[in-house]
């Protein structure tokens, strides 16, 4: 049999790290022929991933433009897409996640009768909403999907619910993986202002990330004013606060916290930097999926800042607590780890539910196995 072509399509930063990892294993596998194809739906943030990998792509289709839409998302790739497919005809498509890039690569690649391979299938919260729009691409992606690589036996189930019971495939999450790689010993940081911050840190670090969709508006301004009371309360807590160029979020964020002392606002930062900042940090308040996943790993326990959540395993495990978006429900928790050692050490020695780090050779595995039968 000839090699296995794999085809696989991302475009944001959180589908490259997840993927990158699963890419550099499948170039060194003697039975696959690896391509990899960007969409570009986000630009500078992905080519960093990229370059900190050393991934080549074969293709890229820059979609990225002002003012981009869902909708706009959605067509470009869809066209785009389609030449990239008639020419190669790979064997399968993998893609990642809930983006929508992940959506529309998996829709194109069934228009052509192409299988497609769900990386980090299975996660649901059951509401369209939230998170919007990924709980629905997540959904109908994984009805596309021939092969589902889900990271949990939690997210197995999920599938199961919906009757999706043939090729699923409990992996493990490839970031885990991908921490093997980027997480150093004795790390510098690229970001010189962020390189000067934690140089002058005497206190205990929190590390904020806030900027989905459904958290925009009133939610972000009580997550602003609940970090803004922690640290009023401790004056040994230092807040870095990596804040998203989106006006909505930018704007808003240096409003309220702009002129505190000890909490830091600095551009986004490239994930070397972001996941050696999380290693070293006491607490994560976050409204990310992935620090979710890759922040217990560390032994840092994580506050979310959402309502809902579609890695309940993590919460079941015990590595992270559910906030919402009301201050004083962000403060309390918040409190409560800093206040009580033994609760902290708990949480931080929780075992990861999301894998060894051996999610990518799992996934490769499973494709060779499917094609050879």
């Known amino acids: 049999m000839d090699k296995i072509k794999v085809l696989s399509v991302f475009g944001t930063r959180p589908e490259a790290i ?56 959605t067509t470009d790739i869809l066209t785009l897409i389609k030449p990239v497919l008639e020419k190669e005809k790979p064997d399968i498509v993998l893609v990642h996640g809930d983006t929508t890039t992940s959506f529309a690569v998996a829709l194109a690649a069934f228009y052509q009768q192409i299988p497609v391979g769900h990386v980090e299938a299975g996660l649901r919260t059951y509401d369209k909403y939230a998170p919007y729009p990924e709980e629905m691409n997540r959904t109908l992606t994984s009805r596309i999907a021939e092969l589902h690589f889900a990271p949990t036996d939690n997210n197995r189930e999920c599938l199961y619910k919906e009757n999706i019971t043939n090729n699923v495939f409990v992996t493990g999450n490839t970031i885990i993986d991908a921490l093997q790689t980027t997480i150093v010993a004795d790390y510098r940081y690229k970001n010189k202002e962020l390189a000067r911050i934690v140089e002058n840190m005497k206190g205990r670090l929190l590390l904020v990330t806030a900027h989905r969709r459904e958290n925009l508006g009133q939610p972000l301004r009580n997550i602003c004013e609940a970090i803004r009371e922690i640290t009023e309360r401790y004056f040994d807590v230092e807040v870095i606060y990596p804040v998203h160029l989106n006006p909505a979020v930018h704007d808003t964020v240096h409003e309220l916290l702009g002129r505190e002392k000890r909490v830091h606002l600095i551009d986004p930062i490239d994930v070397e930097d972001m996941h050696n900042l999380m290693n070293r940090s006491y607490l994560v308040l976050t409204d990310s999926g992935g620090l979710q996943e890759e922040a217990p790993s560390c032994g840092v326990p994580v506050i979310v800042l959402r309502d809902k959540t579609e890695r309940q395993e993590a919460v079941d495990a015990g590595t992270v607590l559910m906030a919402g978006t009301k201050k004083a429900d962000i403060v309390r928790l918040a409190c409560e780890l800093l206040d009580d050692e033994e609760k902290y050490q708990q949480m931080s020695r929780t075992i990861n539910p999301y894998g060894d780090g051996h999610a990518s050779e799992r996934i490769i595995d499973e494709i060779v196995r499917y094609f050879y039968r």
């Open 18 to 73: 997840k993927m990158c990892p699963l890419i550099k294993k499948m170039q060194e596998h003697e039975e696959i022929e690896s391509l990899v194809c960007l969409t570009g739906q986000h630009k500078e943030m992905l080519q960093q991933v990229i370059d900190i990998f050393h991934i080549q792509e074969d293709y890229n289709l820059q979609i990225m433009k002002p003012s981009q839409t869902l909708t706009s998302i």
